[in-house]
């Protein structure tokens, strides 16, 4: 039976403290150099372009753009930290849950939500919400962990006649898997949920909401590695892809 607590999934306590310690003020590594700037080229914002910001953290993607914009988080501490940090006059960051009814109100032009989708619950709900508050031909970006790929705890590598193989299992079944915060610190360790789908869920989601995907890209890691194993490793990275970006488009 899976989780119906909406508040498990809110990155709150040592869980937030862990996501904002990993993520860091300007974004994680991966934010820097393959997530944030392939979403700023997938949504091309015009300047007069309002974004709507799902699961926005402490407000990584805000603090890049200068466009009308609005982020949406469940967690206290993460909107506190995006408020404190963003000092942008047309930047604005509310506490709700993007998979309910949203007590929010006007039309946007742009929609984007980053490795975020996969940490809540009803997915659909917040495409839903999207469906709503986007414009007609309005555009949506998604940045997920690659569904296909980077499935917690069902996902691994092994070696094999000197190659990187990645191991998958459950990839067609919907999951709930509990994340630990601190798994060697039982003291302070909380427990939040990660949430897969396979592929077609996702198109389903959208094409449910009114919504076609325009396109679909696989972003690898550019990192490389070091040592007797750097070869097989920058190999295996450079054909397993990290995220999944879909951008999408609501039907008139």
């Known amino acids: 039976m899976w989780n119906n607590d909406s508040s498990k999934t809110a990155w709150k306590g040592n869980v937030g403290v862990w996501y904002k310690k990993t993520v860091g003020i300007e974004g994680s590594y991966y934010h820097q150099h393959v997530i944030l700037p392939n979403t700023l080229r997938l949504l091309n914002l015009q300047p007069e372009d ?35 940090l963003d000092k942008n006059p047309k930047h604005s960051y509310v506490i709700d849950d993007v998979c309910k009814e949203l007590k929010i109100y006007g039309i946007f032009d742009k929609g984007v939500m980053i490795l975020a989708l996969q940490n809540v619950k009803k997915p659909f709900g917040a495409i839903k919400n999207f469906a709503k508050l986007l414009k007609s031909d309005g555009e949506l970006v998604l940045v997920i962990n690659h569904p296909a790929f980077r499935i917690p705890k069902h996902s691994d590598w092994e070696m094999k006649e000197d190659k990187d193989v990645r191991i998958i299992d459950s990839y067609m079944s919907p999951l709930e898997i509990p994340i630990e915060s601190s798994p060697f610190d039982k003291k302070n360790n909380q427990i939040s949920f990660s949430y897969h789908y396979p592929l077609s869920a996702f198109s389903e989601m959208l094409f449910n909401n ?43």
């Open 50 to 84: 309002k974004v709507l910001d799902f699961g926005c953290g402490q407000g990584v993607l805000g603090r890049k753009i200068e466009n009308e914009y609005l982020g949406i988080d469940l967690s206290v501490d993460l909107i506190k930290e995006a408020k404190s």
């Open 210 to 252: 009114g919504f076609y995907i325009e396109k679909m890209e696989e972003w690898i890691s550019d990192k490389k590695s070091v040592g007797g194993r750097a070869k097989i490793e920058d190999k295996a990275r450079a054909q397993f892809p990290l995220f999944l970006a879909i951008k999408a488009i609501k039907n008139g």
